[in-house]
């Protein structure tokens, strides 16, 4: 069986985090680059109990943001031979 890992923290941020939730742009220390949006994505427990809102929406736009970064891999997945230098796990990105 083939599988392909997606994990939250390897969604790519833009460098001017226009792609950051607003909710995150609004706490009192915001996040000032996306390695500092990486970090704080790797620190937040996924139990489904999140701390805050931005913790909450960073997730969820990470999730989607590695979805969407991966599509053609993911699209490829069914029909491809396995690549035996990558190892291919299809994982939530919120289960780290």
Do not use: Y
Not at 13 to 40: F, G, H, I, Y
Not at 66 to 77: G, L, P, S, T
Request: hydrophobic share 35%.
């Amino acid at each position: 069986m083939r599988v392909i890992f997606l994990r939250h923290t390897d969604a790519q941020w833009k460098e001017d985090l226009s792609d950051l939730p607003q909710v995150c742009r609004e706490e009192s220390n915001p996040l000032d680059s996306p390695t500092a949006v990486v970090e704080r994505i790797a620190e937040i427990p996924t139990r489904f109990k999140f701390v805050s809102e931005c913790d909450r929406q960073l997730l969820m736009t990470a999730a989607a943001k590695v979805v969407a970064q991966n599509k053609q891999e993911i699209e490829d997945f069914p029909g491809r031979p396995p690549d035996p230098g990558r190892h291919h796990t299809l994982r939530s990105p919120l289960r780290g």
